[in-house]
């Protein structure tokens, strides 16, 4: 996720250029950089660190005449966090100049036809690949040109493009990542959301997938994927500043709740090439290396631990090596049986976590190999880990994890099914079978997030709790932790989860009437069980919320409320549990009006023991 804009009109661009990438480092701050064009010449100024080096760089821009440019505020993905990989990136001969959100899943085929052809790549990004098959297929006919270089990807892309030879337009192209085209008196903007446009004019028009536009002085052209103009409307804003930052939501929890289908078709689509295989690309262990394996421990803290917990029951199933899940703090203190037969997957969104790191390197001086899973590319865990697999979920900026969480249990099932392919474990066809129902996820939490009225009406019945219990058994138990901790740090109602089954070995004697209880039972070995724990809790006047699929219609009847959720793969469960939870907890805080993105005592990234 980055965030780009470009600006044509009466005034100088780069302060414009500056002040619309300020508000968009919500979708990532690693670099940013700026392209200003003038006939036969494209100047790019660009900056590795926050949007404020950049502007120091360029005196805020105000001493830079040219009328025309593109920006980029960058999340890294492709290449660490650096000048060379900061956009916009240029073509061989500095003909083209390119910005990009999004993911080019082909670039690395790209990239090797490109080198055979002479051209020599300056980053590490998969966008450098645009800028060099724009000049590949450089033409007097600057549309024909566009439109055989986007022929030639595969990905996620959202695109501005300048032409020295033409610097009086801006090319934009759209697929499967936002842009807008802004349509103001003094000019005309492209931007990655409405935020960086705003001061300027409430006048946008949204571009559609595979459209490509052309932005003259005075004259906006927009192309079907067939090459048809289409007349497009422009469209009002009606939302202020501030809720336009969060795409129209109240908060930032709730927008990153919403994003989860897209992150997880960002983690899931570039790990699984044409062929159906596993490419796990920050992997770089060998089958011997995988086959010497003995033991793996997950490594993590907070709602990354849960995420752990899903890993482990999975992990050990599929693979049948055995899996221990540990507390980050609890580990580097324990002296942990680990050794050079042990694999440690370390977890975490900010790649930042002092006990998480402190983890890590205690594994690694027992002469463990070290995978970790990753968010933020080019943070401490990912920079001292033996292999790195990033969650391409894009900036979280509540303090409460919900996107980041969901795709690090997408990477955990990859991590599982690649691992017992490769020992065996698990059949071609079984794999198959497995990313089948993977890929599907996606679609599937779409149709999730469409309970959102119904759990908001819930959380409003039960906003004033002074206590609630998550029970559930296995996959179900680490789904029961992570919703537990979702409701309690962002709402402060007390809340414990416990497996379902140790209940009655003490914690039921706080059931009494109206104790509230949310149970799940979706994992088909324990649904029965669990649905004898629900009843238990009943018979003791507690009011439940159960969280089941379909087919237990039946049992459903002794529960006051019933989330239903589609069948998925017996081992995918968690993913789809954890949503309505999620906006659960969500709705329940916002009753309570608290403060959800800050929650009181808490921090985003956790940097000191
Ligand atoms: C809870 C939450 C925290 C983090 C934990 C680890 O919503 O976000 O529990 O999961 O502090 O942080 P990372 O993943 O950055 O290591």
Redesign the pocket.
Known sequence: MCGIVGYIGKKPAAPLLLHGLSKLEYRGYDSAGIALAQPGHLTVYKSVGRLQVLFDQVSGGEELPQTVGIGHTRWATHGKPSDENSHPHLSLHGRFAVVHNGIIENYAQLKKELQENGVAFRSETDTEVVAQLLEKHDSEDMLRTVQNTVKELVGSYALGILNAAQPDEIFAVRRASPLIVGVARHGYFIASDIPAILPHTRRFIPLADGEIARLRRGEITVWDEAGKVVEKPVQEVTWDISSAEKGGYKHFMIKEIMEQPDALAATISPRINDKNEIVLDGIHLTEEELKSIRRIAIV?????YHAGVVGKYLIEKLTRIPVEVDIASEFRYRDPLIDKHSLVII???????AD?LAALREAKARGARVLSVVNVVGSSIAAESDDVLYTWAGPEIS???TK??STQLTMLYLIGFYIAEKLGTLTREEVLSLLHELKRLPDQLRGILGLAPQLKQLAQRYAYLEHAFFIGRNLDYAVALEAS??LK?ISYIHSEAYAAGELKHGTISLIEDGTFVVALACSPDTVEKTLSNMKEVKARGAEVLLLTTEEHRQLAEEADHTIYLPRVHPLLTASVEIVPLQLFGYYVALARRCDIDKPRNLAK??TVE
């Open positions: 993590a803290c907070g709602s990354a977890i975490s969104q900010s790649g930042e976590t998480t303090v409460a994890t980041a969480y901790l979702k740090e990234s956790v």
